[in-house]
């Protein structure tokens, strides 16, 4: 940050969860924000410039929604210790802005007098008023202002107003240094409730009126008990079919403009190891990461629309009843759903869960949703071992395989939840207390920025993590090079040959040979590399067109491995901890090298074990 | 009675506030203190638990075993 920026002042936004804090945030700064993230911290918070159009500069803090400076999640302590001006941030707030939605005063008041009784310099900005104004419901601000002692302002992100009127005032109290006149505010829980149900009752009188008794109309259609689970079971269906049909014309781009990349790179530099290097190794290992970002986007823009709709707290209101059964709550259902798109995201959201037992036993079990890395390496075997034919007449068997991964991976993630539970592994109490928000539009900037902030995380991902990792392997299956009378693949007198065949012994078993481990190792640093490093392993010529390499490589694969071994590789790609990310991802979150370890050694267990029954039966039964 | 126990549709007056650490600290936090008014919006399928509660302007859904810290009278409709 440079030096300028730090001298601005901050503004700090609080609110609940659902008040409509983000959407101010957008709609004061436009796109211009940064994640924040302090390395050694569970932390992140978005921050940004004011726009130019509101006057002079001032730098904007979106903390995590709370109900109370009474934290019950790790989410929530941030914000507490931030305003509080506790723990060891870089930040000093100038002026707190509290946000509260309009529709729903009682609740988000209550914040409110506790930040109040802080005594910082403060605004307190009515969020939604557009809807309130059509229902007539508006508050009477002067009566606020004067019952609450700090400036109170009306504004709608949605419809752009009163942000004017909001900086303004920001600006005067941060000026002046205006602080709240706190003179005969209750300070105890309850009264704070009674306070506020008197003040409400004078200034908001026809609260009750409000419009959201559509929220009760479309709750009793899905939220019924029969046509709920219905309804959700069809929006996943839909997620699902966007994810794998909508993302693959994207993906072909994406990849054709690698291989162009590739060949253009490959034109103009000499043949020789920095060759080598750019073109096998940086431009065909970063891509085949990249490759996944249109499904990553497709996952992330239903996510953020269920989430900002209000539909994903009651996906979770219909699963708790589930998940209780494996021990979790229906807190856990957002995390395990982005498990389909990536684990790191996924194993980051569980940071709203309150109770640290369910939040452990997710991250635990994240691993095992059939993330978007897997499905290149399934597509691969399938289409390489199971025949294109139909099973009862109309289903595709090699879909069918797909699907039964996919459900193999979600079974499995339920059962080790289960037996987590039934073995008290991880200590806790579990409860589920969660507030079903009134149902939303989306709003466009919301959702924009929301896929802008993931898919600048996984790239910033690609670009560093995997492409040093990317050399790594480069450097391990060069090295040491071939001798001049070589008349193998290069790769059989590299570091990972030499392991691949040190390892062999181990793998045996399932039926492996060195060449599948050698491709293996690099596996775990992405998944989805197997691919690449299969094509290198059996020395597939990188000139031709993509579509040619995987149909060679899957010929080659079905001369050379036995249907019980491909199986087996199958099964072990349910299971195996690869991508080291997600470890990284979860020792960050959990601060716990031992649940770490626990999360790495149990699926490597299970994948072995698994993969070795799998090629039993797979021989037994052909 | 507790809240733990009412069916969908019933409408309660809380007697008293649930006195656990943690949940019965969110539940307060949410209004479920002595005199609030509240009604059972929903019962969650496979088995009516959790319930959805309607209790000033917030809709929370609690689990039936979460709710039974919580006193109500019922009140007639």
Redesign the interface.
Known sequence: MSETQASLPTLVLVGSPNCGKTALFNALTGLNHKVANYPGVTVDWAEALSRKQFGPAIKILDLPGT??L?P?SDDELLTKQIIQREGHYPIQADVLVCVADV?????HL?LVMEVIALGQPMVLAISMVDQAEKFGTMPDLKELEQALGIPVRAVSALKNRGLQELMDTIHEVHAKSIQPRTLSLPQE??GR??FL?NLLRKVQPN?MK?GSGW??RI?RWL?H??L??VALMLVFLLIFQAIFSWASLPQDWIEGGMGNLGVWAGGFLPDGLLKSLIVDGLISGVGAVVVFLPQILILFFFLLILEDSGYM?RA???L???M?GVGL??RSVLPLVSGFACAIPSIMSTRIM??RRERWVTILITPLMTCSARLPVYTLLISAFIPERHIFGFLNLQGFVLFALYVGGIASALMVAWVIQKFGWVGG?S????????YRWPTSLNVIRGLYDRGLAFLTRAGTFIMSVVIILWFLSTFPLPPDNATLPSIHYSFAGQMGQWLEPIFAPLGWNWKIVVALIPGFAAREVLVGALGMVYAIDHTIADEQQITALSSILSHELTLAAAVALLVWYVFAPQCFATFAVMQKETRSWRMTAAGFFYLLALAYMFAWMAHGLTEALA | MTLGELKKGQKAKVLQ?PVSQ??G???????F????ILEI???????G??I?VMI????????R??ARGIQVSLLQP
């Open positions: 109900y109370s009474n019950q529709n729903h005063l009682s609740l209550r829980p309850v409730i009674h149900n609260a409000r929220t009760d709750d939220l008990p029969w709920g689970p707290a979770a209101f219909l708790d009843r589930l209780r709550n229906g309150g109770s109490a409860s589920f207390v969660m507030e079903l928000p009134t | 506030a943690g949940t600290e969110r539940l307060r936090e949410f209004g203190v002595p005199d609030a919006l929903a019962e969650a399928p496979f088995g638990d959790p959805l000033h302007d917030t809709r929370v859904a609690v689990r075993d979460d």
